[in-house]
């Protein structure tokens, strides 16, 4: 084999590593600035919560507030809600392959992560009705006001795919417990578009102080602020 061919066999298997570093610096640099920096806390407002288990993240809301019910938007019998324990639902956007496929790591396959990663599936909301998140790491309260918390119930509600008459998209017989649902929603994930950033796209939308680019969730959590 030539030299010409071992330096470019040498730059094609390095190329990758390089792309690869390139992203996480994005993502490190994207992570430390701010976006929203002069948000005021607010004394009292709507309580909404930031879930996150490491990889993903989801935003939890109630199920009824004076700003909105969304017993009137989504087929909650399908959540099979119990009165005075479930009291707010949990907002979760992903690959719909990935979300559908994979319920634990040991299902996840290369192709599934690798076709999300580059935007080739559609993409899923999933809600589940939970109870009120308890302090955790894991976990950020978030006061709104109500004019915050309207305009991030609109990007969660333009997330759906609707029917011809408006309803959200329901995806039959799919689930990962007694209290969730799967719908159709807007968008491709990719690697630029991930779960976290979609999370904080809504945040940024209603006012709260974020990173200017969250692909991961380490980086959104580090940015926002309990409240």
Same mark, same amino acid.
């Given at each position: 084999?030539?030299?010409?061919?071992?330096?470019?066999?040498?730059? @094609?298997?390095?190329?990758?590593?390089?792309? =690869?570093?390139? $992203?996480?610096?994005?993502?490190?640099? %994207?992570?430390?600035?701010?976006?929203?920096?002069?948000?005021?806390?607010?004394?009292?407002?709507?309580?909404?919560?930031?879930?996150?288990?490491?990889?993903?993240?989801?935003?939890? @809301?109630?199920?009824?507030?004076?700003?909105?019910?969304?017993?009137? @938007?989504?087929?909650?019998?399908?959540?099979?809600?119990?009165? %005075?324990?479930?009291?707010?639902?949990?907002?979760?956007? %992903?690959?719909?392959?990935?979300?559908?496929?994979?319920?634990?790591?040991?299902?996840?396959?290369?192709?599934?992560?690798?076709?999300?990663?580059? &935007?080739?599936?559609?993409?899923?909301?999933?809600?589940?009705? @939970?109870?009120?998140?308890?302090?955790?790491?894991?976990?950020?309260?978030?006061?709104?006001?109500?004019?915050?918390?309207?305009?991030?119930? *609109? $990007?969660?509600?333009?997330?759906?795919?609707?029917?011809?008459?408006?309803?959200?998209?329901?995806?039959?017989?799919?689930?990962?417990?007694?209290?969730?649902?799967?719908?159709?929603?807007? &968008?491709? $994930?990719?690697?630029?578009?991930? =779960?976290?950033?979609?999370?904080?796209?809504?945040?940024?939308?209603? %006012?709260?102080?974020?990173?200017?680019?969250?692909?991961?969730?380490?980086?959104?959590?580090?940015?926002?602020?309990? *409240?």
């Amino acid at each position: 084999m030539s030299k010409r061919w071992i330096r470019v066999g040498s730059s @094609v298997a390095v190329a990758p590593l390089i792309l =690869c570093g390139l $992203y996480l610096l994005a993502a490190v640099v %994207g992570g430390l600035v701010e976006v929203n920096r002069d948000r005021e806390p607010v004394p009292s407002g709507v309580e909404v919560y930031l879930s996150g288990n490491g990889v993903h993240t989801d935003l939890v @809301v109630p199920i009824v507030t004076p700003e909105k019910d969304w017993r009137g @938007v989504l087929p909650i019998r399908e959540l099979k809600i119990i009165p %005075g324990f479930h009291d707010y639902l949990a907002f979760g956007w %992903g690959d719909r392959e990935f979300y559908l496929t994979t319920r634990t790591w040991a299902d996840l396959r290369l192709t599934t992560a690798l076709k999300a990663l580059l &935007g080739l599936d559609g993409s899923v909301m999933h809600v589940e009705a @939970v109870a009120r998140p308890l302090p955790e790491a894991n976990i950020r309260r978030l006061l709104l006001s109500a004019e915050a918390y309207r305009r991030l119930v *609109g $990007y969660l509600e333009a997330g759906f795919l609707r029917s011809d008459q408006g309803v959200p998209r329901l995806i039959p017989d799919a689930h990962y417990s007694l209290h969730d649902a799967f719908f159709e929603a807007q &968008g491709r $994930y990719s690697m630029f578009l991930t =779960c976290n950033e979609w999370v904080r796209r809504a945040l940024a939308e209603a %006012g709260v102080r974020v990173p200017l680019w969250a692909p991961f969730s380490q980086t959104l959590f580090y940015q926002i602020r309990g *409240g």
